[in-house]
């Protein structure tokens, strides 16, 4: 009976799908939209990467919303694994000699790669949710290899990832005082293909780096201690 | 054009073995790797910063966290005797 | 010849649909039904990014002085490409987060065997 209805609702699915993908020609698109971002994008924003200029600057506001749905996430995780003790960790085998010192030798290069990735972001392919996702990455390698070397206590992800997002609000919240609206962009813009211009996209970058990474390594964090 | 042909073709046959293995950690692998095409289609597509997004979020926190889930429960599928 | 170099990506991304929607609504373990959410994710990602495609067009970045812009993709679909992959990976984390505390407290992770999910 379950298989039936499966296949029934799998049938209606692909077939309302293949039909509304016939009418939309592959490779040709037009839009008033994209010939408004790619001829004004870079007077008006003065970042040359027109894909952060339209994710911080003509769709800043979704960009606030994404970051809280995370932080929900990340919140709804560890309410959810939340053990009255600590259960007792089992034992492990110590980590041999050459997986320590690699380690411990990569973490700090791996860090400053994903640093170098948001700080560019308005420059060159990259920002800050790519660049977050590999401090992330970089934290996972010492959990899995050289975690008593490191020694970070908990609560500092939390810290950081809280100081961030109220950093990226008030950001904002200062354009408004500016005279205008929420997230203008009021510092100079500058010459275009500079490290210094574009205004207060690499600042929100920078903001949205520390709270993507601190926040998806304390979301691996508390599901390794916990459970 | 052949090398899309022959890359989407390898990422719906990863994509049906990840259904069908019985082991999940070769299920996650699979599904690891329809990913980590997914990376190469979209920089043929002409967008670099979709393809670092995805190579390093879809492939690699993704797996880790399945990876985490599967330590703390069980590794294998039960076997259906009968439905 | 001339349907499959249309419609290649289209094929692609409705594949991965179905083959997630089928993952999804037939199997038993709770893990692998949340692996057929994650290739569903995939599949949208590409279809959304290709209907932003222009042939022999080049990537929406500035790096040299005169680059024209009407030979650019759509950079619109790649910046909300962009939010739904990390929206992706949370409710993945939070899903798997779940199926722990559902594991803690019955035991076993077959749909049909726990109170309340089967069908």
Request: proline content about 3%; hydrophobic content about 55%; glycine content about 10%.
């Amino acid at each position: 009976m379950r298989k039936v209805i499966s296949f029934i609702l799998l049938l209606i699915v692909a077939t309302g799908i293949a039909i509304s993908l016939k009418e939309i020609p592959f490779g040709e698109t037009e839009s008033k939209l994209r010939e408004y971002c790619l001829e004004h994008g870079i007077q008006e924003t003065g970042a040359t990467n027109i894909v952060t200029s339209v994710v911080v600057n003509y769709r800043g506001f979704d960009t606030l919303g994404e970051v809280t749905v995370l932080f929900l996430a990340a919140i709804g995780l560890s309410a959810v694994l939340y053990r009255d003790k600590e259960i007792e960790r089992k034992k492990g085998r110590k980590s041999s000699l050459i997986l320590f010192t690699g380690c411990r030798f990569l973490f700090p290069l791996i860090l400053l790669f994903g640093a170098y990735i948001f700080i560019h972001g308005h420059l060159t392919p990259g920002g800050g949710f790519q660049g977050g996702a590999i401090i992330a990455s970089g934290f996972l390698l010492t959990i899995l290899g050289c975690w008593r070397w490191v020694g970070i206590n908990r609560s500092r992800f939390k810290v950081t990832e809280s100081l961030s997002g109220i950093a990226f609000v008030v950001i904002g919240l200062i354009g408004l005082l500016y005279g205008g609206y929420f997230l203008l962009n009021y510092l100079p813009k500058g010459t275009p293909n500079e490290l210094f211009s574009a205004g207060i996209i690499p600042v929100i970058y920078i903001a949205i780096g520390f709270k993507v990474g601190s926040e998806i390594a304390g979301i691996i964090d508390d599901m390794v201690r916990s459970g | 054009m052949m090398l899309e042909i022959i890359l989407i073709f390898v990422m719906l046959v990863s994509a049906i073995a990840a259904g069908i293995f019985k082991d999940l950690l070769n299920s996650i692998i699979a599904a690891g790797f329809v990913s980590f095409i997914a990376a190469i289609l979209f920089y043929f597509l002409h967008a670099p910063d979709v393809a670092m997004a995805e190579a390093s979020i879809g492939a690699a926190l993704t797996v880790a966290i399945f990876i985490i889930a599967i330590r703390k429960t069980e590794r294998f599928e039960e076997d259906e005797k009968s439905d | 010849m001339e349907f499959i170099e249309n419609y290649l990506y289209y094929i692609a991304s409705f594949g991965l649909i179905l083959i997630g929607l089928y993952i999804m609504l037939i199997k038993k373990n709770l893990i692998k039904i949340i692996i057929g959410l994650s290739i569903i994710d995939t599949g949208v990602n590409i279809l959304l990014i290709t209907m932003g495609y222009l042939r022999n067009g080049t990537a929406p970045i500035f790096s040299k002085e005169n680059l024209l812009p009407s030979r650019m993709v759509d950079p619109i679909p790649q910046a909300l490409v962009l939010t739904a992959i990390v929206i992706g990976v949370a409710i993945l984390a939070l899903a798997l987060a779940l199926a722990i505390v559902l594991y803690r407290h019955y035991g076993t992770l077959n749909v049909s065997k726990i109170r309340g999910l089967k069908w």
